[in-house]
Nanobody, 121 residues
Framework: QLQLVESGGGLVQPGGSLRLSCAASGFTLDYYAIGWFRQAPGKEHEGVLCISSSGGSTNYADSVKGRFTISRDNAKNTVYLQMNSLKPEDTAVYYC??????????????WGQGTQVTVSS
């Protein structure tokens, strides 16, 4: 069974950090671009960051520039989203998704189930 599983979400205070993980099972991530997306209550689904199969990253959300970074460890078949200086407006369900090779905002083949991130004091 091909699937992506996110983990690492939770409740954090403003200014805190979290690292989300996106682990693949049933296939290797080596040749896939992995995108992180998020959806807050009442808001549209939003692209956050993506990392291509070659390791290049693309930022889709100006609001996370300088605070979020994306990385991959192909040996662990996992992609990470490091989130620093978190703000209440970062509160959302975060999803990872996989598509072949290159980053884009659409046409992803596999999606995870999502992990909740809540930033609140």
């Amino acid at each position: 069974q091909l699937q992506l599983v996110e983990s690492g979400g939770g409740l954090v205070q403003p200014g805190g950090s979290l690292r989300l993980s996106c682990a693949a099972s049933g296939f290797t991530l080596d040749y896939y671009a992995i995108g992180w997306f998020r959806q807050a209550p009442g808001k549209e689904h939003e692209g956050v960051l993506c990392i291509s199969s070659s390791g290049g990253s693309t930022n889709y959300a100006d609001s996370v520039k300088g605070r979020f970074t994306i990385s991959r460890d192909n040996a662990k078949n996992t992609v990470y989203l490091q989130m620093n200086s978190l703000k209440p407006e970062d509160t959302a369900v975060y999803y990872c998704a996989a598509r072949w090779a290159m980053c884009a905002l659409k046409e992803y083949d596999y999606w995870g189930q999502g992990t909740q991130v809540t930033v609140s004091s």
